[in-house]
């Protein structure tokens, strides 16, 4: 049973397109999170959630909107997609707030074109 | 990440040590990570040490943590192909779990 999973693995998408990433975990963990990881293989923190609570937005553009339906549950749409949004996206777990031993998940990979 | 570097690439021979240098900036840093990424999957945790901590030991991993020059290093004994990766150095400087991560370290293993 995978931990933490997220779908879609690829995207492809156009310009200006909508799209959203979804991601669930089975561990039983409080918090979750959102990484963007470049192509330099840069990782940043995007988003925390808390029990369905916000806890960390970093500057992200507005056009990502994450939400978390329940504590299993952390989903990402992008609006208005730009070619800078080309990155691999990773959820991620913790058991806990203020822990970094984060569980991540495989990552979903978003090609702008 | 700006706060956190690494060297970019090492190359080590099968059965070698391999070395992995960070240095962070962040004094208050209270946890250090290191993870590891292998080809097309996420990052998994392979140890952590506390900041008052100066060495860490789990089987072929040894972690040094310097705080004055706020320098960290994961060393790898006996170093296997399965230990081709990249591995990432990571601080926690606040109670929110928000971890600072290094670019990465490119670890290939040669036979």
């Known amino acids: 049973d995978t931990a933490v999973s997220q779908t879609p693995k690829y995207l492809v998408t156009q310009m200006g397109n909508d799209k959203s990433i979804k991601c669930e975990q089975n561990l039983g963990h409080d918090t979750m999170y959102w990484y963007k990881q470049d192509s330099k293989k840069f990782l940043k923190i995007m988003f925390s959630?808390?029990?369905?609570?916000?806890?960390i937005n970093e500057t992200v553009p507005n056009r990502f909107s994450p939400k978390s339906p329940d504590k299993a549950h952390l989903n990402l749409h992008i609006n208005s997609l730009e070619l800078g949004d080309s990155a691999v996206y990773f959820c991620?777990?913790?058991?806990?707030?203020?822990?970094?031993?984060?569980?991540f998940g495989e990552g979903s990979r978003l090609t702008v074109l | 990440g700006e706060d956190v570097e690494q060297s970019l690439f090492l190359s080590v021979r099968e059965g070698d040590s391999s070395v992995i240098n960070c240095t962070y900036t962040?004094?208050?840093?209270?946890?250090l990570y290191w993870y590891k990424q292998e080809p097309g999957a996420g990052l998994q945790l392979l140890t952590y040490?506390?900041?008052?901590?100066d060495m860490k030991q789990d089987q072929r991993l040894t972690v040094l943590l310097n705080k004055k020059d706020k320098h960290l290093s994961l060393r790898i004994a006996d170093t296997q192909t399965g230990d081709s990766a990249i591995y990432f150095c990571?601080?926690?400087?606040?109670?929110?779990?928000?971890?600072?991560f290094g670019a990465g370290t490119q670890v290939v293993v040669t036979p």
């Open positions: 040490i506390f900041s008052n901590m």
């Open positions: 990571a601080e926690s400087t606040d109670s929110w779990g928000k971890l600072q």
């Open positions: 991620a777990s913790s058991q806990s707030l203020g822990t970094g031993e984060l569980f």
């Open positions: 959630y808390n029990n369905k609570e916000l806890i």
């Open positions: 962040d004094s208050s840093s209270t946890y």
